[in-house]
């Protein structure tokens, strides 16, 4: 069997909440390793909003979450994905927990989610969970294709906050985040691999950055340019195909699935941390933690944290 995975991060750029990239990858046969998993599981997702009809509408994620639409599409689309694994999640804790996302010791430093939890769904119900994860299931196994791993990675404030100060940029913290769930995949993965990533800002060369992870692997350059940049990680045993593709998530039906995973992720912490400002402010607007609403939140919310002795640094990103 061939590895069809996908990455994908959501939250590189907002001032409030978490950065989440999750990696997911599918079991495939060989002689299909190269196909559109689109493609292969159509009668189960679609990559198209409109006509998903009866589907699972995977795409990026950005393109599936709105003010109007909610959390729903996402969600369906991760438990049903998760339930097709035998991994029936009914909780946001149980969720971080299964996809190993962080310590929960950490999240005790946060009083918006020290002892916090809640049910899942959130905006969908059991049963439509149910028959979606029913046609997935029929699906996968009519084309002989494993929906067979999923990790992600969630760095929460004041973790991001340290390590911008020890890196120095952003960008160095999210390939940092990146390659530690590639080095989850090649260790669990036994097959030949073929990972996309969403391309990282402006960056087309990544090999020097391949190395340095990845010290006792041969890294070759397959193609750099503004577009995509290909590489292939061999050792004795296996191989994996890195390609770092501009909107990857619209080339890749995993890094799709990826992007679903990690906005899916992010909002429901962004979720609890709105509770706790509401329970204190109730006639706060939410935030979704960007530049400039971020900005109308700090300013409401300044005299309320300098009673409560909330340091900046628990809640306000550095750039």
Known sequence: ???????????????????????????????KAHCSLWDL?????????????????????????????????????VLSFLWSKSLQIFSFRQL????????TEILTRYPWYAGKDYALPVTSNIPSIINYTDLIRCVLKGNNVQF????????????FNEQIRLFGNKSTVLFNSCSKLISGLWNVCGGNIHLTIDKQGGRSNYSHLLQKH??????????????????RVLDANKTMELSFAEKGEDKSMAAALASIFSKYIRELFMLLENQYWLQIMPELKPTAGYYE????????????????AIHDDLLIRIK
């Open 214 to 231: 990845f010290p006792s692997k041969e890294i070759k350059i397959l193609n750099e340019s503004g577009k995509i940049s290909t590489y």
């Open 148 to 159: 067979s791993y999923v990790n992600s990675s969630v760095l929460t404030v004041l973790e």
């Open 1 to 31: 069997m061939a590895i069809i995975a996908g990455m994908d991060e959501a939250g590189y750029g907002p001032v409030l909440g978490p950065m989440i990239v999750t990696v997911v990858a599918f079991d495939v046969p060989d002689e």
């Open 96 to 103: 971080l927990d299964t996809l190993a996302c962080t310590p």
């Open 293 to 308: 609403d971020a900005q109308r939140f700090l300013s409401q919310t300044a005299l309320i944290r300098g009673k409560r």
């Open 41 to 77: 599981l159509k009668d189960g997702v679609s990559g198209d909003l409109k006509n998903r009809k009866h589907r699972l509408c995977i795409r990026d994620s950005k393109k599936l979450y709105n003010a109007r639409i909610g959390l729903k599409l996402l969600e369906e689309a």
